[in-house]
């Protein structure tokens, strides 16, 4: 974790909790925070819920003045139209989201989420000013046949090709790691991160490389985000199951206190 990097803790709750829980979680999680001073200048905390409890989180967080950030689990690469199901960037930013979570691999497998349509989601939250959270990650046998970090490198290349440098936020989510309880070594999600940053600065220079949040995420928890973030190269979670939790989300948004 570099200093001039605000770590983000980012809960991506999947399709978990209706609009009255997410009211009831949040509200929970907000006061947990508030009552063990966490400091989100220090370290920024961010939810994804589903997109049907986008309005009511907006109002809790408007209203009570939470320093909560937001956003969406995914967007549609286009702007409006027949679209039947989809979600335009404009609809997530006009309710005061500031981020979306763009190919998670739940995505890719289940929706069929090639990288050319992960490019074109890139520059439609890029349109709408939300900074995506692009996610990129290897499968087991990705691990095997190319070794650590030769497809998620080429994830972020394919979601980058032709967009010019803006604010972003890579997350390495390596697919065997997620919601199965074993989650990379700090080593090897360092190994990967790094790769990806000097990607980042092959394809937008040294700065941005250098000023780009990198998280990682699969199975973190309150036990293993202090030793994942120890390193230079790691600046924040994407948490899954961990998120829906709130005094195990809580304590790993509060890492800073673990960090030894
Ligand atoms: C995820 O789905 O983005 C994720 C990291 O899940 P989990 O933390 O449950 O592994």
Redesign the pocket.
């Given at each position: 974790m570099a200093v001039d990097r605000r770590p983000l803790i980012a809960g991506?709750w999947?399709m978990n909790f209706d609009h009255l829980q997410a009211i009831a979680f949040t509200q929970k999680l907000a006061w947990t925070l508030r009552d063990a001073n966490h400091d989100y200048a220090t370290t920024e905390v961010a939810i994804f819920p589903p997109f049907t409890d986008l309005r009511s989180i907006q109002n809790l967080i408007e209203g009570d003045k939470f320093d909560l950030a937001y956003g969406g689990q995914d967007v549609s690469s286009h702007d409006a139209g027949a679209y039947t199901g989809e979600v335009s960037g404009s609809f997530l930013k006009a309710l005061g989201a500031s981020y979306v979570l763009i190919g998670?691999s739940?995505r890719r497998q289940y929706h069929a989420e090639t990288d050319e349509i992960v490019r074109a989601k890139v520059e439609a939250s890029l349109r709408h000013d939300l900074i995506p959270i692009i996610?990129v990650g290897e499968t087991e046998s990705d691990l095997e046949q190319f070794g650590p970090s030769a497809v998620p490198v080429a994830q972020l290349r394919a979601a980058l090709s032709g967009i010019a440098e803006k604010d972003i936020v890579i997350a390495y989510?390596p697919v065997w790691?997620?919601?199965?309880g074993k989650a990379a070594t700090d080593e090897q999600a360092e190994q990967v991160c790094g790769a990806l940053r000097t990607a980042l600065a092959e394809a937008w220079g040294m700065a941005p490389a250098e000023s780009t949040r990198i998280l990682y995420?699969?199975?973190?928890k309150a036990t293993n985000i202090a030793a994942l973030m120890r390193q230079p190269n790691i600046d924040g979670a994407?948490?899954?199951?961990?998120s829906l939790d709130i005094s195990e989300f809580a304590s790993i948004c509060r890492f800073l206190k673990h960090v030894v």
């Open positions: 991506n999947k998670h739940e996610c989510e790691a997620i919601g199965t995420g699969g199975s973190v994407l948490v899954g199951g961990a």
